[in-house]
């Protein structure tokens, strides 16, 4: 089976590890053709829970004419690279299915818009560090979850055979569910970690940081009372414990001097709130903290 990955952070290549190990054929768009050049040279190194090392042979390339077009494309961009790489899947005429994973909901909608024939959206919860332009650690063990957006479902289920203890894939039939329970997580996880500057595992071990988080569970809560149940409490906390020695995306952004995904992250969600006449107060704040702090600057 041939797969494309396009974005070769920590999913993309954590993804793409487990792909080639169950020796499927992965390719990798990079942006940067110094990124390339490392995965062609190198290989893909993957740093596993145990500490030991496992590395594939990987071929990537940043012109995106050098891709198979039928390939089953996984799109693992931030979203202010997400309008780009669709753009260019256009112009080259890339005719497989796209498998979206961001870490906003924006996407949904920019996908149903579109005329792509087949699409799913993914969620995914390991914990996971980009090393170096080649190198990816696991941190901590969660899932990939999949939801068909538009089109058949079988043709997804052909990662299946990529799924082991330390990376499993399940299915689930509500794709704007999974992606907002996701959001919800990004929305208690990354704000707090990037404004704290503080791992995942110190949410819940500080108990100054716990105070707050619980805060911002309850504050969510009330606004999408539907997701108690499909999001509990300790399931986030869980989160945490399972990416604790993780820094956030929002977090690594901050350190990087990169400006963080703050719009399709928290704003999305307080947007969401408010068509329900709802106030997310504590959000908020933080909204406004983390724009005053952000890499963007003051033109936000």
């Keep these: 089976m041939k797969v494309v990955i396009a974005g070769a952070g920590s999913i993309g290549m954590l993804i793409g590890s487990y792909l080639q190990e169950a020796a499927m054929d992965v390719a990798f768009h990079t942006r940067r053709k110094e990124q390339a050049d490392a995965l062609n040279r190198e290989g893909i190194q993957r740093i596993n829970m145990d500490g030991t090392a496992s590395v594939f042979p990987a071929y990537a390339t940043d012109d995106i004419q050098q ?54 959206f993914a969620t995914v919860e390991h914990g996971a560090g980009r090393l170096d332009d080649r190198t990816v650690s696991h941190n901590g063990v969660g899932s990939m979850t999949i939801a068909v957006g538009r089109g058949k479902r079988n043709v997804f289920h052909l990662l299946d055979s990529a799924v082991t203890e330390q990376f499993p894939i399940v299915f689930h039939e509500d794709a704007e569910q999974i992606l907002m329970r996701k959001v919800l997580i990004n929305c208690m996880i990354n704000p707090l970690t990037a404004l704290l500057q503080v791992k995942n595992g110190e949410l819940v071990d500080n108990c100054h940081a716990s105070s707050l988080f619980r805060q911002l569970y309850a504050e969510l809560m009330e606004a999408f009372p539907e997701f108690r149940t499909f999001l509990p409490y300790e399931a986030v906390v869980g989160v945490c414990q399972k990416t604790a020695s993780n820094h956030s995306s929002m977090l690594a952004d901050r350190q990087a001097g990169r400006p963080m995904e703050i719009e399709t992250i928290v704003t999305a969600v307080i947007r969401k709130a408010e068509s329900r006449n709802v106030s997310l107060n504590l959000l908020k704040t933080l909204e406004r903290m983390l724009k005053a702090v952000d890499g963007g600057g003051a033109g936000r």
């Design 67 to 120: 891709l198979p077009k039928d390939a089953l494309w996984i799109v693992s961009t931030k979203f202010a690279g997400l309008h780009g790489i669709l753009s260019e899947m256009k112009e080259t005429k890339v005719t497989g299915p796209i498998l979206f994973i961001q870490n906003g909901i924006a996407h949904l909608e920019l996908a149903y818009g579109s005329d792509w024939e087949q699409f799913a």
